[in-house]
């Protein structure tokens, strides 16, 4: 058994000693909205109250650059719906700030240029 990054107990076959559920209280609905592709930012501010460690980790996570929610997910090796009853504890508590990511232009996903250069190397590979 070991005490990975502050908190998250693990053991190497098992997984996690301590189910999902129980890491939100059995919550199973954030009170903010996120998707996957969310960005979440620690802004500095502490919770008043002491969370667990779970919400240290994801303060750990988010703490020097933005971050997916899926990303956030896959580190702490949650499912995507506790992480983000977790990420809305923190937005409550000021601790977290979310951005939704920048929109893809569309003509970008239909550059010519790329297409043929993609094309090309496909017929060369074949």
Known sequence: MSDAQGGAWLDDEAGRLVRPYAVSNGRTRPTAHFDLLTLVMAT?????????????????????HPISVAEVAAHLRLPAVITKVLLSDLVGH?????????????????????????????????
């Open 94 to 126: 000021e601790a977290l700030t979310t951005r939704a990511p920048r929109p893809i232009e569309a003509s970008s996903l239909t550059d010519r240029n790329l297409l043929e250069a993609v094309l090309h190397g496909l017929r060369k590979r074949l």
């Open 44 to 64: 500095g501010n502490r919770p008043k109250t002491y969370l667990g460690p779970d919400y240290d980790e994801v303060l750990a996570l988010c703490g020097g």
